[in-house]
């Protein structure tokens, strides 16, 4: 089997450069990552769908390489994102694949555009309703630390990170690290989004075919997966045994395949 390579852009949009990865040919599938992460989330999962699709990741927003926006970060502008770069490189209609964060901005896209996604793939995806959002309220930054002079912020950063990583993975973190490092003014805005919005009036505004799948080590959205997934008419239900927060890097050959069973299924 010939190696399925990926290749690296970016595109114009109103907004800005949108700087992105894919890897293939055929239907185009459109991953968007959680954050503070970028395209790198994805880096092995490419070339396993671009063996059967045009797999394509973006960097949302505001984080990776791609542009910083002036607007007060929100889901609706990160959405608002996605759709230009579709625009931007004439993808009328892909199937959507969306991990913490990114599962948030996937929602609110097949949601307040639902004739531009076939296909809906939900990972890890927190379901963010009234609540969720009141026990945010009191929850701490998750990855904001205060800069300090002998660098010490960075162990920090690692360390509040480290527990929900696999043991002997530091490779893992140090991906991680190198993302938050770029947007390091900014790391939290992702989070503060997702802690803003009101899924509860989006979900039912879903037509696609949905898929709704967490790590069953995810104790931020493995708890609340069933209750994301009942509130999406005809969704299903997929558990990665063992998949933690960082899922998509820590197993991709097994998210590939749950993600390429549901879009060749459906």
Request: glycine share 6%.
């Given at each position: 089997m010939n190696e399925i390579k990926v290749k690296r852009g970016y595109v114009d949009t109103p907004g800005g450069q949108i700087h992105y990865a894919t890897a293939g040919q055929g239907k185009p599938v459109l991953f968007l990552h959680q954050t503070p992460r970028s395209w790198d989330e994805y880096r092995d999962v490419l070339p396993i769908v671009g063996r059967t699709y045009r797999a394509?990741?973006?960097?949302?927003?505001g984080f990776g390489d791609s542009y910083r926006p002036k607007e007060q970060a929100s889901i609706g502008l990160y959405a608002q994102g996605v759709i230009a770069f579709m625009d931007a490189l004439a993808i009328e209609r892909p199937s959507l694949?969306?991990?913490h964060t990114g599962g948030v901005i996937a929602v609110e896209v097949a949601a307040s555009f639902p004739d531009r996604v076939e296909k809906l793939v939900l990972s890890s995806t927190p379901y963010v309703d009234a609540e969720d959002r009141e026990r945010r309220k009191t929850r701490p930054p998750i990855d904001e630390v205060e800069t300090k002079e002998d660098g010490s912020h960075l162990a920090e950063l690692w360390q509040k990170r480290r527990p929900f990583y696999p043991k002997n993975r530091?490779?893992?973190?140090?991906?991680?690290?190198?993302?938050?490092?770029k947007v390091w003014d900014r790391v939290e805005e992702g989070h503060r989004a997702v802690n803003n919005y009101r899924m509860e009036d989006k979900v039912h505004l879903i037509k696609a075919p949905?898929?709704?799948?967490?790590?069953?080590?995810d104790p931020f959205s493995y708890p609340r997966m069933k209750h994301l997934a009942g509130n999406i008419k005809d969704s299903t239900t997929v558990e990665v045994h063992g998949g933690m927060v960082p899922m998509v890097d820590q197993m991709p050959e097994a998210f590939a395949k749950v993600v390429l069973d549901f879009l060749d299924r459906h």
């Open positions: 394509i990741a973006m960097d949302t927003i694949v969306g991990h530091p490779d893992l973190l140090r991906r991680f690290v190198l993302d938050a490092l949905t898929l709704v799948l967490a790590g069953t080590d």
